[in-house]
């Protein structure tokens, strides 16, 4: 062992288009500081991997393949949707984890993810103080939920949003195009299981009341279907066609949701899926018209080709800050990103401590849906404008962008 | 009226990313024919802007109107689901168009779409002359479904082909990433009735056969449940998750459509939509696995953001062409495109008679096909592989492409 502490990254939950370049500014970074930086770990399948001391030894890998990480979506290392309870439910976890760190001399722990990661990475840093091998835990946000506190904003949200609204946008000039004969209303699903943030992106496709899409259902307001139908006959009547985003999340007034898959994920959230089709459905029974809709599913959160520059940039930032907040000797932090203006938009990294982080929802304020619950306001147009600004394209080769595959070669066990 | 013709423009059928930009090639090489070409007139909502002498007056737009085409999507002056039937069928139908064409002095009839369309201009030009006012009818490819014969590729298709491949590229790396805990199988459910042409199009994402989409359900391959699942079931056990690329068309070997919605469109075509959810549940209740299925439904045919630039070249080079066979008093034939080379990839403009185009569909070969029918061939990847080369970004600005909306202000009546 070497008096340099190694450094142990994890990536967690679902993917996001800038993960890895958050993944790319933290190895980056370490990489320059090799005077008290040792090697860097990473998970694989992330925490999981070093539950089962199956650890990435990330420097082994070319600086041409990190560098590459930056445009690259998916999780490099793999992730996973794995989380630890409480202190004493997870004794066991916990305990693991930290006798992994001790046996590969790792002083940082990088824990890059949701609302569930950073109550992960608060609880890893009050054990490992108890049982005498303190670890500089950094939480480093990341979601296309966009729902973490504190932080302006999260790294993954600018992407899926710039796709989001694009998609609408190019979808909405296809529908208008042939409602006269053919579809009349196009219902494109998007993700948010509890907050409205990718909803509310779509809204950037248009301005006024006519422009697509016409209708906005987020989570956060309860489902009228005769207030719902209204409008979309009005719009029909009005613009000869009719273009709704529907979060996957959208719940009538007693909580349930309008489409309910029935099954549970590992974090015992119900799956959902379907609320496109439930909404076709009621609009063809109900008013007759012609529709489609698409899912846009994983397509949204893994659209590295459409990244926004904005959210690229602050990735990759969050990733370098989680870095020298540790080398600064902080723990229990994560690096946060902090407005300064809307327009011209200026931003900047601050810091907040993860036991005002971890296992708080951000929902999408009221005051950034309109009174009838179907549109953005110009308060959320504000906020959500600056976050899709520039176009961070990856390579290309022969028509398809050059994503690096990692070899991801293991750390040699320590441990039995 | 003066010696010069007026020249008719009109879209059909379903839009493409790139319909406009051989909108664009047609005006923009019309104008440059001022001597022979009066005015572009385009019908409002295609042919059925003729047929209710709703004309749009095409040269009120401004050139930098006309360019921006060049990278809109959507069909910029509507189009429609309408098929004329035979002459003696809908005679009335033809009387009416040759009238209106006669009372704006009409001479040149370029008329953009897929099989049928190409079956209305043919017969047009027929009646036009049995009328004795004869008018020069060209017909220009767009389909992405690419099935109209002679022509090697059909403009629309390489910009589908290359979101599809793309897509399956992004997605599969997301799902990689989390299959140790989460989504196992992932379905991509996309476009082709009845030719497998876009399914094909994912297959350029991998290369082996252990590269994603693991899987390519083709509508030319009928559905073997139990060779399906068999494969699902050794992708997952070999690779940790499986993706498939899975067209609307999927059908059993009885011709039943894997999903059918039951609803027919104007053209009594089976709308379809569904397939992802059919196989997700197969997969569910036989396998076990976790899974996901996105829809890309419109946004496939509308991601100008994502266009090909050979498909963008190719597609402005067909609408030049027409209006110069028009000028060179050709009539009832069809630009199309001639491959040179596969590698490097050259390609040119050539001709093709109506007559020998109209109501005929290019299928996958099976010679594109693998022999267990779940993948693509060599030969089908080296026929692919060119059509999706360059990116042909649109402008962006404030975080969104600068899509054009035009005027379309129309032409005065002549008739009641």
Sequence with gaps: MTARKNLFYAQSGGPTAVINTTACGVIETARRHRDRIGRVY????????ALEEDLIDVYRESASAIAALRHTPGAAFGTARFKLKGLEESAAEYERLIEVFRAHNIGYFLYNGG??????????????????????????????????????????????????????????LDVR??????????????MGRHAGWIA??????????????????FPEIAFDEAAFLARVRASVEKNDYCVIVASEGARYADGRFLADAGSRDAFGHVQLGGVGQVLAELIKRELGYKYHYA?????????????????????????RAAVELALEGQTA???????KSDSPYRWGIGVAPLARVANREKMLPRSFISRDGFAITAAC???????IVGEDYPPYRRGLPQYVTL?????????G
Excluded: W
């Excluded at 899912?295 to 990733?319: K, P, T």
């Excluded at 932090?333 to 407005?339: D, E, G, H, L």
């Design 381 to 387: 147009r504000r906020y959500l404008a600056p976050l």
């Design 407 to 415: 070899k991801n070669l293991p750390v040699r066990r320590k441990l």
């Design 295 to 319: 899912i846009a599913d994983y397509l949204q959160r893994s659209a590295r080709h459409l990244a926004s520059a904005v959210d690229a940039e602050q990735a990759y930032a969050v990733g």
């Design 115 to 172: 609302n569930d990661s950073m109550d992960t990475a608060h609880k890893v840093s009050l054990l490992s103080t108890q049982l005498g091998h303190p670890i500089a835990c950094i939480g480093v946000p990341k979601t296309v939920d966009n729902d973490l506190p504190i932080t302006d904003n999260c790294p993954g949200f600018g992407s899926v949003a710039k796709y989001i609204a694009v998609s609408t946008l190019e979808a909405a």
């Design 200 to 217: 509310a992106a779509g809204g950037l496709a248009g301005e006024g009341r006519d422009d697509p899409p016409q209708l906005i259902l």
């Design 177 to 190: 195009s042939m409602a006269r004969t053919s579809t009349k209303v196009f219902i494109l699903e998007v």
């Design 333 to 339: 932090v994560m690096p946060t990103i902090v407005r």
């Design 42 to 49: 990473a998970g694989r399948n992330g925490i999981i991997g």
